[in-house]
């Protein structure tokens, strides 16, 4: 059973256009994040939303935009995509409460952005 | 967040313990140490954490310093499946529900040769 899960692996597409990448988690967390890796292996987050309310928007532009329909999902609508949006980018998820060890967060695959 | 620095890459031999070194000399007293990995082409993996005790558990003991100064990740018996890049993270405990961003530095990528 995946954990974190994201559609697509691969995403190949044009400048300008308007794409979606989808994040669903089966881990019954509250917490759900995006995370950028860029072509020199930089992770950086991008946003986090708790309960479906966003929490961290880490100076994202406003092409990108989250959306949550329930907390199990979190997807990332990027809109007029650029060449600096190429890079792999990361779903991840935690539980904010209870024990501690609840706290780690866990990563879905990743989604490979090449924009043409 | 506190800074950690970390050496760019190291080797080690299957079979043999893996000694990571973390520098987190500005860590404040409620600041947690944190190490993931990422194997290549994966998502990040949590590996453990620990505040002032030492950890250990099924992958990985933590060894912390008294001053806090800075951390040893251990892998006791390294396979080649541990070849990864492996992150160190000092960060405030998330409160409530809300989780907390990980803020990744460089991370140290571990070369396990047979």
């Known amino acids: 059973d995946t954990a974190v899960s994201q559609t697509p692996k691969y995403l190949v597409t044009q400048m300008g256009n308007d794409k979606s990448i989808k994040c669903e988690q089966n881990?019954?967390?509250?917490?759900m994040y995006w995370y950028k890796q860029d072509s020199k292996k930089f992770l950086k987050i991008m946003f986090s939303y708790n309960n479906k309310e966003l929490i961290i928007n880490e100076t994202v532009p406003n092409r990108f935009s989250p959306k949550s329909p329930d907390k199990a999902h979190l997807n990332l609508h990027i809109n007029s995509l650029e060449l600096g949006d190429s890079a792999v980018y990361f779903c991840?998820?935690?539980?904010?409460?209870?024990?501690?060890?609840?706290?780690?967060?866990?990563f879905g695959p990743g989604t490979r952005l090449t924009v043409l | 967040d506190a800074k950690t620095t970390q050496p760019t890459s190291m080797d080690c031999a299957e079979g043999r313990a893996a000694n990571l070194p973390c520098n987190h000399s500005t860590i404040s007293g409620n600041e947690y140490v944190y190490w993931y990995r990422q194997i290549h082409s994966q998502g990040p993996q949590y590996i453990i954490h620990g505040l002032k005790n030492n950890e250990t558990n099924e992958m990985a003991s933590l060894i912390i310093t008294e001053d806090r100064k800075s951390s040893t990740l251990i892998l006791p018996h390294a396979t080649l499946r541990d070849t990864a890049v492996y992150y160190c993270?000092?960060?405030?405990?998330?409160?409530?529900?809300?989780?907390?961003?990980?803020?990744f530095g460089q991370g140290t990528e571990l070369s396990v040769k047979p």
């Open positions: 881990l019954g967390h509250d917490t």
């Open positions: 991840a998820s935690s539980q904010g409460q209870g024990r501690s060890t609840q706290n780690e967060q866990f």
């Open positions: 993270i000092v960060r405030v405990y998330p409160i409530y529900n809300q989780g907390g961003k990980l803020i």
